[in-house]
């Protein structure tokens, strides 16, 4: 009974910042990575970023520089700090806990880049 609760989405203007959160509860066992995924409108989900249980952090190329990942691990939580934020960054976003047996998925937050 593993539960990821997402937090921190809304509606932005280009070039402004967001902060979502993650937050795991529940039986928790052999961590090996937790990331962010999104999936806009008649789009395929696609990876964002990435860190591994010995803090080793993966960008996808569109946000490189612009996005950071990071982790509380007495928390439980993983954030993704947005800056500079663009209208093709509007999608649904969802957070993913691997472990070495299954994967688990938040249920989505909103963003929302737009003028």
């Known amino acids: 009974q593993v539960q990821l609760v997402e937090s921190g989405g809304g509606l932005v203007q280009p070039g402004g910042s967001l902060r979502l959160s993650c937050a795991a509860s529940?039986?928790?066992?052999?961590?090996?990575?937790m990331g962010w995924y999104r999936q806009a409108p008649g789009k395929k989900r696609e990876l964002v970023a990435t860190i591994t249980s010995d803090d080793n952090t993966n960008y996808a190329d569109s946000v490189k520089g612009r996005f950071t990942i990071s982790r509380d691990n007495a928390k439980n939580t993983v954030y993704l700090q947005m800056n500079s934020l663009k209208p093709e960054d509007t999608a649904v976003y969802y957070c993913k806990l691997r472990t070495s047996l299954f994967d688990y998925w938040g249920q989505g937050t909103q963003v929302t880049v737009s003028s």
């Open positions: 529940g039986s928790i066992f052999s961590i090996n990575a």
